[in-house]
């Protein structure tokens, strides 16, 4: 045996021994792992979860006289305080001055009134007697008028009886130089009666219209005095505002809350006055707790009002709380309001809190991992895993297999029936990208 | 000295002349392992340039040169580094390969020492049968070897490959030769000196039919190394099959790697050919001969 050559023979048995082992690590290593499932009967559940912030609700206002001057405010937004509790106090010896300068200013008021009142008794008086004298002047002018008509024409049809009766009494016989004339003197008398007649009609319309004037100027010159009432009112006012000053100086100037809240917000500053609106905001406590937040559009679909809210805070989770508003916001989230029952002092407003609506859809009966589902183009497909006879051994490869996705969330895609068969085993999850035909190695768990 | 220039010239052009049909004739031979070598040198492009016609059937000749214009050994490290499919062919050729080798020593040189030491009446008549069986081309022989090991059960596992292979005929008739040459009168020497007939095939007949079984074993070596049809009648499952049967499953696409693997291939065999070259002209003169 030549030895060179039998040595190299051996060599060659190692080398390639070697190699051998480099291959089969190579491709072991070079073969993605993947994990499949097969598909399964699954009702698809949609959680939407979302951190939300707990915020005020079923507020009102709490109120105090205005222009006192704070001495000390005690509490602050958010905090939640009992019936009764004090909130802030004002200084009482400056409400006990703005209390006497109240009174005196009623007292003002009321002397104003009465002023006011007597001023108008005299003024409705003298309209009255005003407005009965003109009236008499009216009335007055009208019978005169219709009196010096009357007698006009009762003068003008004098003057037209004697001309019919000296008509009358010359009727057959020719008319002579001094009746003719006679005639005319009395056409004459009747023209100038009919002309007073219209002269006396004329001045008694004129003499009516000034006195009908002189009339509506009385009843038009009645200016209404308002002046008592305004005083009245004013008083009233003052009277209201000085038993609020007494009530809060009764109370050595504590303003307290109404009723058991959380204090939403503060409008009172130490040293300055009391508004004239709020001093308080506060939510009740028996109102619930309203919490707030923001979601995706794709999430909001799986949303309806009234759908049931596990709300989690401090690691403990809490019931009983629904879906009450949904609402567009900005840049394609949705606003999501939720309210419920539950103890006030685990929610204080501006805590964060997470929200969890859980929807279940119908049982799908092809269902398969969400991680399973690619898109390529629009279209969704799977990779399940075929097996084959090989040099090595019988080993996976992948075949993509289109598939319409009817209902998805983040775990599971429920696939159209007739998508997959019910053995099959499709790729759940792959530790690189794989591709159809490409050799897989299956992961055992 | 001008006479000496002239013998010299003339008989240059002699050996020349007499040389040339053996050189053409070898570089015919040696084509194909050159072209394997630089093949399995050249990358992709340009094998796919040179062998056109023949990969994709395109029209012209197939080019070729002896130096790759652009020499890589990506297809050796391919095949190396990320074909494992090759190694585990290659170990089941080799497992094949040494199951009948073993076998063979085993059964066949027993029998060899038998027949050639051992006259018996038929003697003649059994080796003849074993010239005749060993004539018979293996196309002869399948279907009864298929039923016979479908009976046993072993189609289909590396047994029905390798137990025909191990009673196979032509190491017997190989090693009778050598062994029949093996001189009665040292034989009988030891069986004087005591030596059972056991001792004497392992101590006297066995270092003296050395050449005979050595050769056999190299011979079948190579046959069992490039063995293709007994597989292919009686191995269905991929994982069992030898690389004589994995080459020419690689495509055309992958000529490079088709050309890197059948250089390692090669190799094997070639390099045992080298070892036991000696051995192998003794023995194949002597079956040519003593035949």
Not at chain 1, 342 to 353: L, N, V
Request: aromatic share 10%; net charge negative.
């Amino acid at each position: 045996m030549n030895r060179f050559y039998a040595k190299s023979f051996a060599a060659l048995l190692a080398v390639l021994l070697f190699f051998t082992f480099v291959s089969r690590a190579a491709d072991s290593f070079l073969v993605t792992c993947v994990t499949v499932e097969k598909p399964s009967a699954k009702k698809i559940e949609h959680i939407v979860a979302a951190d939300g912030t707990v915020e005020k609700n079923m507020e009102f206002p709490v109120l105090t006289e205005a222009g006192c001057v704070v001495r000390t405010v005690y509490v602050q937004e958010g905090e939640w305080v009992g019936e009764g509790q004090l909130l802030a106090d004002v200084l009482t010896d400056r409400l006990a001055e703005q209390t006497e300068a109240l009174r005196e200013e009623i007292a003002v008021l009321k002397l104003q009134r009465d002023a006011a009142e007597k001023n108008a008794r005299l003024s409705e008086e003298t309209r009255d007697r005003q407005l009965a004298r003109a009236k008499a002047d009216y009335e007055r002018a009208a019978a005169e008028a219709e009196r010096a008509v009357k007698e006009a024409e009762e003068a003008k049809a004098a003057a037209e009886q004697a001309i019919g009766a000296f008509s009358a009494g010359h009727a057959d016989g020719g008319a002579a130089d001094g009746q003719e004339e006679a005639l005319a003197g009395l056409w004459q008398a009747y023209f100038e009666k009919q002309k007073a007649c219209e002269t006396a009609a004329r001045d008694g319309e004129k003499n009516v219209e000034a006195a009908r004037r002189a009339l509506e100027d009385a009843e038009a010159g009645v200016q209404e005095e308002h002046t008592a009432e305004i005083s009245r009112i004013s008083i009233a006012q003052k009277e209201r505002e000085l038993a609020g000053y007494e009530a809060l100086l009764a109370a050595d100037g504590k303003i307290t809350a109404p009723q058991a809240g959380t204090v939403t917000a503060v409008y009172l500053q130490t040293g300055q006055n009391t508004p004239d609106t709020a001093a308080f905001a506060m939510a009740k406590a028996d109102g619930g707790v309203r919490i707030t937040a923001d979601i995706p559009a794709a999430d909001a679909a799986y949303i309806d009002g009234g759908d049931a809210v596990e709300v989690e805070k401090d690691g403990k989770v809490y019931e009983g709380f629904t879906v009450t508003g949904i609402a567009q916001a900005a840049d394609g989230m949705v606003h999501v309001t939720v309210t419920g029952e539950a103890g006030p002092e685990a929610f204080r407003i501006g805590d964060g809190a997470r929200i969890t609506v859980r929807k279940q859809s119908g049982l799908y009966g092809t269902t398969v991992p969400r991680s399973a589902v690619y898109t390529e183009q629009g279209k969704n497909y799977v990779y399940v895993i075929e097996e084959r006879e090989t040099v090595l051994g019988r080993q996976f490869f992948t075949r993509k297999a289109e598939v319409f996705v009817l209902e998805k969330n983040s775990e599971y895609a429920a696939l159209k029936e007739g998508s997959l068969g019910v053995d099959e085993r499709v790729v759940a999850t792959a530790e690189r990208y794989i591709q159809a035909g490409d050799r897989v190695r299956l992961e055992t768990p | 000295m001008m006479r000496r220039k002239k013998r010299t010239a003339g008989s240059v052009l002699f050996s020349i002349l007499r040389c040339a049909p053996v050189a053409a004739a070898a570089c015919v031979a040696v084509g194909p392992v050159v072209f394997l070598v630089t093949g399995s040198l050249m990358g992709r492009g340009e094998l796919g340039e040179y062998l056109a016609p023949v990969l994709f059937g395109t029209e012209g000749f197939v080019t070729w040169r002896f130096l790759p214009m652009y020499p890589t050994f990506q297809n050796i490290v391919e095949l190396l580094c990320d074909s494992p499919e090759f190694f585990y062919m290659f170990w089941n050729t080799m497992r094949i390969t040494a199951g009948i080798l073993v076998g063979q020593l085993l059964c066949g040189m027993p029998a060899a020492w038998g027949l050639a030491r051992y006259p018996f009446r038929g003697n003649r008549a059994v080796y003849g049968l074993y010239i005749l069986l060993m004539l018979m081309p293996f196309q002869a022989l399948m279907l009864p070897e298929y039923l016979v090991l479908e009976k046993l059960s072993l189609n289909n596992t590396l047994w029905a490959v390798i137990l025909p292979g191990i009673f196979s005929t032509f190491p017997v008739f190989l090693m009778y030769r050598f062994f029949t040459e093996v001189p009665e009168e040292i034989l009988e020497a030891a069986r004087i000196d005591g030596a059972g007939e056991g001792r004497v095939f392992l101590y006297i007949g066995l270092p003296l039919g050395r050449t005979g079984i050595v050769s056999a074993l190299l011979l079948q070596f190579l046959e069992c190394f490039g063995m293709i049809e007994q597989p292919l009648a009686f191995l269905k499952d991929q994982t069992l099959f030898p690389l004589a049967l994995y080459l020419p499953e690689i495509g055309a696409e992958r000529a490079g790697f088709a050309f890197a693997a059948s250089l390692v291939a090669l190799a094997v065999p070639l390099l045992l050919f080298f070892a036991g070259s000696e051995y192998l002209e003794q023995g194949i003169a002597a079956s040519a001969l003593k035949g």
